[in-house]
């Protein structure tokens, strides 16, 4: 009976001991803020419903561009400011067309041309079909079977991966070279299973590119229903064709820019700390997932700040980078200025794999770096952020790391991330409001222990 009371007394003392740790009552009150004033949610509404679809040249971004300045300007951060950047410009043009035809029989799919395919020629094009899983059964394939023909490739994502961007990554190369490699066998257009495990009719779009001395062909996704249906008519009449037609379009580069907002560092003010995610999104999307909320939870980090009066010993920056979908131009033309003004960067934190609940931060870094930050579990479990450890930190901040900044990737729950990707669906009422404030906090608790014990 003593002992289990000592036990008991024990451990209200240790627990009294840890709410008492001034990191996690600065911890809590970042929680409290977000979570009873938070911004972030109606930011996020106006950045989807007032702004909506922002891919790289368009008007679309140019209006992110001015609203997130805005927006950072009315908080009253230290400085404001744009950084210049080119930008690739695609446009889809007028809606895809595209049919199964089995004698006089033609099945409308559901195609969206990938991003910075070519056209079909303007009536279209009409052939037989070559099914396959990997480039590897394409090669076997030969010249032979593929020339004249649209390859179609119909590798799922591994439903069995339990983080579904291991399963996107499994997959993801199909869409990505493709066409290049059906080119160069003489296809004359690469059909492609959308990324996703659901089953349905939107087809998931995505970057691609073209390798260097191989025809341009065209290139599309097609969703998964209509990948399940192309494939089982195939079994059924091999001979089958099938039709599409897209009217996309490379234009000249455009200008844009990077939108920057910092509250500077008390003690070492140049050593600098960045929080981001990337403003562009896909043409058919709100982008509101991706990454509409990587982008206002970043600016919801410094606006948590301030708030709180926490005066950061370190320069803090909010970073809404442009084009990681077409060309992730925005992520290289920053870590490029950074080298050369000479700042440096002690670390940098990406939100960019959705508004989800918070699991946790991936850490790129030596390994006593990551131990360090791995140490600080017992402050952040208590909110659900329990996975940190070695993973990818992010895309845009990517470029960072060669001048050996520490990458952190904000990690939450996977499981409905391709859901939405790079569709329409991904729209402002996919998020909810409670997931994507935990997630702007969980990213403020972490830049406020990078910024109190460094690196
Ligand atoms: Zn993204």
């Not at 410009?89 to 799919?109: D, L, M, N, S, Y």
């Not at 455009?254 to 929080?275: H, L, R």
């Amino acid at each position: 009976m003593m002992k289990r009371t000592l036990t008991f007394l024990l451990s209200l003392l240790i627990s009294y001991g840890y709410a008492q740790n001034p990191d996690s009552v600065t911890i809590r009150k970042i929680y409290n803020e977000a979570l009873s004033n938070g911004k972030s949610y109606e930011w996020l509404r106006h950045l989807t419903k007032q702004i909506g679809p922002r891919l790289s040249g368009s008007a679309g971004a140019q209006k992110a561009v001015d609203w997130t300045k805005q927006v950072m300007d009315q908080q009253g951060f230290d400085r404001v400011f744009l950084q210049d950047v080119m930008v690739p410009h695609w446009v889809r043009g007028a809606k895809e067309e595209a049919f199964i035809h089995i004698g006089k029989q033609k099945t409308v799919v559901p195609i969206a041309a990938l991003g910075g395919s070519v056209a079909t020629p303007a009536k279209g094009i009409e052939a037989q079909v070559i099914e396959v899983k990997s480039f590897p059964e394409l090669r076997a394939l030969g010249a032979d079977k593929v020339k004249g023909k649209i390859v179609f490739y119909n590798r799922p994502m591994d439903p069995t991966k339990i983080n579904t961007f291991e399963a996107y990554g499994g997959a993801v190369d199909q869409r990505a070279n493709g066409a290049t490699e059906a080119a160069k066998l003489g296809a004359v257009g690469a059909i492609v299973r959308s990324m996703t495990n659901v089953h349905d009719d939107n087809p998931h779009v995505g970057g691609m590119r073209y390798g260097t001395g191989v025809a341009l062909i065209p290139t599309a996704a097609i969703s998964t229903n209509g990948a399940d249906l192309l494939s089982k008519s195939l079994q059924e009449n091999p001979a089958l064709t099938f039709y599409f037609k897209q009217n996309c379009e490379t234009l000249p580069d455009a200008k844009s820019y990077n939108v920057v907002g910092e509250i500077k560092g008390s003690e070492k003010p140049d050593e600098i700390i960045v929080v981001g995610g990337h403003l562009d999104s896909w043409d058919l999307a709100e982008g509101a997932h991706d990454d509409g909320a990587g982008c206002v939870q970043s600016i919801e980090v410094l606006r948590i700040m301030k708030a709180l009066g926490i005066k950061p010993k370190h320069t803090i920056r909010a970073v809404m980078f442009m084009n990681e979908e077409n060309g992730l131009r925005g992520g290289v033309q920053y870590a490029d200025l950074a080298k050369k003004n000479n700042e440096k960067h002690i670390a940098a934190v990406e939100s960019d794999n959705g508004g989800f609940t918070p699991r946790g931060f991936g850490i790129v870094g030596k390994p006593e770096q990551r131990e360090k930050i791995m140490a600080w579990k017992p402050l952040l479990a208590p909110y659900g952020l329990t996975e940190i450890g070695p993973s990818g930190g992010g895309a845009d901040i990517g470029p960072l790391a060669q001048t050996g900044t520490v990458l952190l990737g904000f990690k939450p729950d996977s499981q409905r991330y391709f859901d939405y990707h790079h569709t329409t669906i991904d729209r402002f009422e996919a998020v909810s409001q409670r997931e994507l404030e935990l997630g702007a906090a969980s990213m403020a608790a972490v830049i406020y222990l990078l910024d109190a014990y460094g690196l």
